[in-house]
């Protein structure tokens, strides 16, 4: 967007304008400082919700998976519940900055049919004006930054544009550096991770070579070598998975299904399993309306959650899969009454290679299924939740669209 200033006018903003030139140069240092993508995030908001004057500020990101834009990051303190808002990339504001890669001006969001009200409805923000401009990178949209309400009596003008388009531009380099620098980290995540049951296959196939080995400690061994080829036969496949998720190369196909349908599916391949420790399941879905999502990606989860409610279960527990409607979608949980995860454990359970110290003992495990489940349920604008006693039994649970 070109600017259209007379002469005055620019006398008049000339030290306005220079004061934050300063500022946005010292933004744009902070932002080639750091490669973790919340800082850069934070630091970008601020700034935005500085430079243009106004009250608060966010970021929505494509979230390739899913071709919708997210909350990623706002100035607003209600931001627990932004991030489990998705924004359609038709009929939104935020969705025609991103496709027409312009910036925009609403002076009076209330009036715009294009507002998307989810929003202000879900947090106690009332949006008054937006200036919004596009991230661009490499000529294709990656998301959108937003200036909301701008103080004040005279509304956005030119050079608040200008400024938050400048940051935009450094601000979209800095998300895709960050990103890149993740994905390499995965790459070196992963292959640290492979050293370990590599090392124990490596151990013991050289102990298997001894002839003198009694035949019980040869059994021993092989179970050993069956177990950690097993692991790392799962890790690949998920390794893949996630690298698929993160990279926004996985692809979602939403169609309306019935979840107590898919629930009792999943119950079946883990009934087995569930068999093996006397676990007794219970499925709590019936009458429940149609969700719209990738039932594919959906099994997924389930299976996971289940599994692991399983795994972590005590000999002759129980698993309850149950469903409520909640507004516009459908809250699907699994409780266990297995040894549950303690409160330390809690906040680092979704992270990848994240297994609870005494696991092991538990179950062979790869640490990644919860970091898949989660992505996918994100992908879907819903949060995956946990909550769990020791001893007691844990709860997960996450929710859906209804079709
Ligand atoms: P994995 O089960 O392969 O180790 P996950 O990502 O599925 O990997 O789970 C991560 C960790 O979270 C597990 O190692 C386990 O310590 C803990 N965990 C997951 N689900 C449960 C559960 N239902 N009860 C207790 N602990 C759990």
Redesign the pocket.
Known sequence: MTSEYTGKERRRDYPIMLKRYERLLEVTRTLTSTLELPVLLHTIIAAAAELTGTEAASILLLDANSGQLRFEATTNEDLVTMDEITVPLEGSIAGSIFTSMKPLIISDAASDPRHFRKVDSQTSFDTRSILGVPLISKDKPIGVLQALNKTGPDGFDNSDVQTLETLAAQAAIAIVNARLFQQSDLIAEMVHELRTPLAALTATSHILMRTDLPAERRAEFVGTISEETDRLA?MTTEFLDLARLESGRARFEREPFEMAELAHECVGIVIPQADSKNIALHEQLLGLPNVLADRGKIKQVLL??L???I???RDGGHIYVAGEVKGKRLTVS?R?T????PPE?LPH??EKF???PD?EG????????????KRIVESHGGKLNVE?TVNT??T?SFSLPLA
């Open positions: 799962k996971n959650l599994t692991n409610a795994k972590y279960n699994v266990d297995g040894k549950g995860i454990a359970i979704f994240y297994r609870v696991s538990w179950s062979q495990g790869t640490g990644l299924g919860l970091t898949i489940a769990s039994g844990t997960f």
